[in-house]
């Protein structure tokens, strides 16, 4: 069982950065793949990141080069660094945990989710 808390998210400006972390319980962290996902108002939750067991990164095209996931294997933590972010950039981000080492971008394939914390851009 992984048990997963987020947090870091606020209201910021177009232009401003954030980090997120997300701070997992629980023995298998270190060798599970975790992703970042997140989910604006009536829209479905969509993949934005995720890193592997050793520690290869993935991500969505349209948080490419703005946004840097990384995870601290001792501190059973990972993090979002959110640089130049833009207003459709809000929505709630959650982090998730998979039973499996490697990356998915696939929501549905992640086995352990955070309660989610709320980003808002303004313009």
């Known amino acids: 069982q992984v048990q997963l808390v987020e947090s870091g998210g606020g209201l910021v400006r177009a232009g401003d950065s954030l980090r997120l972390s997300c701070v997992a319980s629980?023995?298998?962290?270190?060798?599970?793949?975790i992703g970042w996902f997140r989910q604006a108002p009536g829209k479905e939750r969509e993949y934005v990141s995720a890193?592997?067991?050793?520690?290869?990164?993935y991500y969505a095209d349209s948080v490419k080069g703005r946004f840097t996931i990384s995870r601290d294997n001792a501190k059973n933590a990972v993090y979002l660094q959110m640089n130049s972010l833009k207003p459709e950039d809000t929505a709630v981000y959650y982090c998730?945990?998979?039973?499996?080492?490697?990356?998915?971008?696939?929501?549905?394939?992640?086995?352990?989710w955070g309660q989610g914390t709320p980003v808002t851009v303004s313009s």
């Open positions: 998730a945990a998979r039973s499996s080492r490697y990356y998915d971008r696939n929501r549905e394939n992640y086995d352990y």
């Open positions: 629980g023995r298998t962290f270190s060798t599970s793949a």
């Open positions: 890193i592997n067991w050793i520690g290869s990164t």
